[in-house]
């Protein structure tokens, strides 16, 4: 069984500050890795896709990927209240007998930024 | 102009009544997927279509049936609503490839009274 878990919140952090959202996975095998933004009410939007270890910055957001300890994280730097939000861990798994990958997704952890 | 749309946006219905959710997207993507997303905010796939080709059935029950008449199109159809089937369902569209960034629809709320 694929699983990929996260904390589900919620995260409060006051404005300013940075929130560190992480995720761990089963398949060691998992190549791609997301991070998604979900509004209450609202779609799923990818924030960022990360699938070498290290770092990956895009402005206030950096993801992390530790594939030796089956490990992503997700930072927001200067958190703004307009970042609250469910932010969802996604990892692709390969499905191999069709040639084709499916995206499993944690049950999203959920952050407010306070003013 | 809007990549990934569903209608309807909201559906209220009896049990034991059968509807359908259309999706479409305009990316040009060869692939669409059907996800549900639970009252616990969990979103599971449940489908996906390559070309109109069935590739991915997650163990939903078979009074769900996806319909792809052609690569920018994938329906779903619901038989028999059950309770349990209230829930948000989302269509998504990528190109299948390792980047797989997944484009979402904007979700329709299904509750089934």
């Known amino acids: 069984q694929k699983e990929v878990e996260q904390n589900s919140g919620p995260l409060s952090v006051p404005e300013g500050a940075i929130a560190s959202l992480n995720c761990t996975y089963s398949?060691?095998?998992?190549?791609?890795f997301f991070w998604y933004r979900q509004y209450s009410g609202k779609s799923p939007e990818l924030i960022m896709s990360?699938?070498?270890?290290g770092d990956k910055e895009d402005g206030r957001f950096t993801a992390q990927l530790n594939k030796a300890s089956q490990y992503v994280s997700l930072l927001i730097r200067d958190s703004q209240p307009s970042d609250s939000a469910t932010y969802l861990c996604?990892?692709?798994?390969?499905?191999?007998?069709?040639?084709?990958?499916?995206?499993?997704f944690g049950q999203g952890t959920t952050l407010q930024v306070k003013p | 102009d809007t990549a990934v749309s569903q209608t309807p946006k909201y559906l209220v219905t009896q049990m034991g009544n059968d509807k359908s959710i259309k999706c479409e997207q305009n990316?040009?993507?060869?692939?669409m997927y059907w996800y549900k997303q639970d009252s616990k905010k969990f979103l599971k796939i449940m489908f996906s279509?390559?070309?109109?080709?069935?590739?991915i059935n997650e163990t939903v029950p078979n009074r769900f049936s996806p319909k792809s008449p052609d690569k920018a199109h994938l329906n779903l159809h619901i038989n028999s609503l059950e309770l349990g089937d209230s829930a948000v369902y989302f269509c998504?569209?990528?190109?299948?490839?390792?980047?797989?960034?997944?484009?979402f629809g904007p979700g329709t709320r299904l509750t089934v009274l």
């Open positions: 998504a569209s990528s190109q299948g490839d390792r980047t797989d960034t997944q484009y």
């Open positions: 398949d060691r095998g998992s190549q791609s």
């Open positions: 990360i699938y070498s270890n």
């Open positions: 996604a990892v692709r798994y390969l499905v191999r007998r069709v040639n084709t990958g499916k995206l499993i």
């Open positions: 990316l040009g993507h060869d692939t």
């Open positions: 279509y390559n070309n109109k080709e069935l590739i």
